[in-house]
């Protein structure tokens, strides 16, 4: 097999291939028992039939093509090989000359991966927000901690904001039944906005076994689009009732003895979430650098590939909650033309930045151990609600187990970066990659 290269665009390049008749014989005999397989000829039993019998019964030309068919991806293969072509997606074959006995030519136009010059990555800078921890924002957790062991407790007064709610309900359209539509004894709490809108407001100021009528849009089903009248009945009223602020709280939600152990426990844990904010914005700020700093193409197929499956995976989400795209485009005052340039100008970001990870994970050698890779098995996998074999095994059968494997290589990749350039906040301060993390030697300091 002999092959060229020609570099047509920084992302882009032709293969021309060049195989001797000869090295199609394994090919040409697979064919030939292919065809016996799937043909009758009377006087001859399936998988039997002489190649001679073939050939004139279906023709030389069948047998060259379905050889060539099955040879041409281990000879494209060989050239990407033989000339370290790294390429990205699938490569548009076009056979120029198919004879009988003659040199099977093919070219094939495929993607690569550009060439990059990599910068110094000390010289990058880059500023995040200070670090700020109010009292008011203890507050915020003390409360939503006493809020997760607060009672509820019956009342006979009106529905208020904030109460738990004993109700049924019984949606019309034009006076008939929408499907679905009722239900009892449904357990509410009013200004959640969890169930339908208007509900919260149409509830307030009603008391047990007091009912009213209230105007609602549908989003799916028969009615989907059409305004329907939902009765309303208050079974129920029930008022949340929080725990004294003391020390006695502290030990029933905590560990702790004292409410001021528990403040100060809090506020240690929300510091290490705001250090860990701080490293997400460095970390998304490194990239935006990079992008600036470093040119990189964005193969055309690949960002039209992506765009596809950004507009098909928004299809299924809008399928789920029973809208379509044109709902969609008309509740964002959106065209489908606008919407293709905004999903085309995210998808190319999308492509060059994880082409220069894949650059720097190369450069920089980065490893991805069989630990690191499982974790993120496992990871995905309980985010998904399945084992970790199986996601594993879904994965492998969709041939995509490597993209989760680049994943990780160009996560480790990035880190790597924001641990060689200059982080600072707003004040000037200097951060280590190490304090933003939390690391057991910091903390113990």
């Known amino acids: 097999m002999q092959s060229t290269v020609e570099t047509l665009s920084p992302t882009r390049v032709k293969l021309s291939i060049e195989v001797p008749f000869a090295e199609l014989e394994p090919s040409l005999k697979k064919a030939y028992r292919t065809l016996a397989q799937q043909v009758s000829i009377p006087g001859f039993r399936k998988g039997k039939i002489p190649a001679a019998v073939i050939d004139q019964r279906i023709g030389r030309g069948a047998v060259l093509s379905e050889a060539v068919q099955e040879a041409l991806p281990e000879q494209y293969m060989a ?39 990599l910068p110094d990555f000390s010289g990058i800078s880059v500023t995040v927000d200070e670090l700020e921890l109010t009292d008011e924002q203890v507050d915020e957790q003390v409360n939503s901690l006493r809020d997760r062991f607060a009672t509820l ?48 407001e149409a509830v307030v100021g009603l008391s047990a076994d007091e009912s009213t009528t209230f105007t609602t849009a549908l989003v799916a089903g028969e009615f989907a689009g059409r305004d329907a009248d939902v009765a309303v009945t208050i079974k129920g009223v029930k008022e949340k009732e929080l725990p004294e602020l003391d020390d006695e709280f502290a030990q029933m939600a905590s560990e702790f003895d004292t409410l001021e152990e528990l403040r100060d426990d809090l506020r240690t844990r929300l510091t290490r979430v705001k250090r860990m904010e701080q490293l997400m914005s460095a970390r998304d700020k490194a990239i935006d650098a990079l992008i600036e700093a470093v040119d990189v193409p964005a193969p055309e197929s690949v960002v039209a590939e992506e765009v596809e499956h950004r507009k098909e995976s928004m299809l299924e989400q809008l399928q789920r909650v029973g809208a379509n795209l044109e709902e969609y485009l008309k509740a964002e005052d959106q065209t489908e033309e606008g919407l293709t340039a905004e999903l085309t100008e995210s998808a190319t970001k999308a492509v060059r930045i994880q082409l220069l990870l894949d650059a720097i994970a190369e450069d920089q050698d980065v490893q991805v151990s069989d630990d690191e890779f499982g974790q993120e098995i496992v990871h995905r996998a309980q985010q998904s609600g ?53 690391t057991p030697a910091v903390e113990a300091e």
């Open 153 to 200: 407790k019956g009342v006979e007064r009106a529905v208020a904001d904030g109460d738990y709610v004993t109700l049924d309900l019984n949606a019309t359209v034009d006076g008939k039944d929408v499907e679905g539509g009722s239900a009892s004894g449904i357990s509410h709490e009013v200004g959640s906005g969890q169930l339908l809108p208007g509900l919260d």
């Open 386 to 438: 399945v084992a970790p074999q199986q996601y594993y095994d879904q994965l492998v059968r969709a041939g995509v187990a490597g993209s989760v494997f680049g994943d990780v290589r160009r996560g480790k990749a990035l880190a790597q970066v924001v641990e060689n350039i200059k982080i600072t906040d707003t004040t000037g301060a200097e951060l280590k990659v190490d304090e933003l993390r939390g």
């Open 79 to 117: 050239a990407v090989q033989a000339h370290d072509v790294k390429t990205i997606g699938r490569p548009d074959i076009d056979v120029q000359e198919l004879a009988d006995g003659e040199p099977l030519k093919f070219t094939a136009v495929v993607d690569v991966r550009p060439e990059l010059t």
